[in-house]
Structure formats: C-alpha cells, structure tokens
C-alpha cells in the first residue's frame, strides 16, 4: 500500500478553479493507477476520475467531463486534479486513491489505499 494525502481544497465560487493535490509516499507509486473520488453530504463517494500509470490514458465522469482535469508527476510521487468551472453541486470532500494493477479504474472497490479526503466547497 502507498500512503496519500490530499492538498488543496478550499472555499470558491461558481465559475472559479481550484487544483487538488495528492502526495503518496512508496517506492511504488509509479506503478500503482491513481483515482480522485467525491463524497458529499449523506451521499456515497462517487468517482471523478482516473489515471493509468504512465498518465497516458485517463477516464473522467460525465458530470466532470472538459471541466477537470487528472495528472500526475511520476518523480513526484504526486496526482493532480484541476478543477475549473466549478459549480456548486462539486461541493464534497474529495479523497485520492491508488490501486496496484496500474491500469486505473472507475470502481471503488479496486482501490486499497486511500486518503483522508480534502473539503472542496463551491459558492453559487
């Protein structure tokens, strides 16, 4: 497992931009498919987005689609999430994830390594 841990968040307005972080610790972390994922009140986490290993492929949720954006600097050990246009149904606490096989995937049950989650509040 990697350990992670997200940056970032904060209060905007409809419209504004904000860019998550996720630092991982782990000699591995170039290996390892990476996720954002959002839990908002009395909701359950829903996927956002994710990147396969090489950053090469990656795979977006139609309610995020051309609006955020995953990324991810190998020698870094870090993950990226731009997030421009945001909207007010974005407000929820986002949480990184990292999953072995690389590939990246868009099930919550293949990720085994989590973050404690960033809040992300957007004001109309």
């Known amino acids: 497992q990697v350990q992670l841990v997200e940056s970032g968040g904060g209060l905007v307005q409809a419209g504004g931009s904000l860019r998550l972080s996720c630092a991982a610790s782990?000699?591995?972390?170039?290996?390892?498919?990476m996720a954002w994922f959002r839990q908002a009140p009395g909701k359950e986490r829903e996927f956002v987005t994710t990147?396969?290993?090489?950053?090469?492929?990656?795979y977006y949720a139609d309610s995020v689609k051309g609006r955020f954006t995953i990324s991810r600097d190998n020698a870094k050990n870090t993950v990226y999430l731009q997030m421009n246009s945001l909207k007010p149904e974005d407000t929820a606490v986002y949480y990184c994830?990292?999953?072995?096989?690389?590939?990246?995937?868009?099930?919550?049950?293949?990720?085994?390594?989590w973050g404690q989650g960033t809040q992300v509040t957007v004001s109309s």
């Open positions: 994830a990292a999953e072995r096989s690389g590939l990246g995937y868009p099930r919550r049950s293949d990720y085994d390594s």
């Open positions: 990147i396969n290993w090489s950053g090469r492929n990656t």
């Open positions: 782990g000699r591995s972390f170039s290996s390892y498919g």
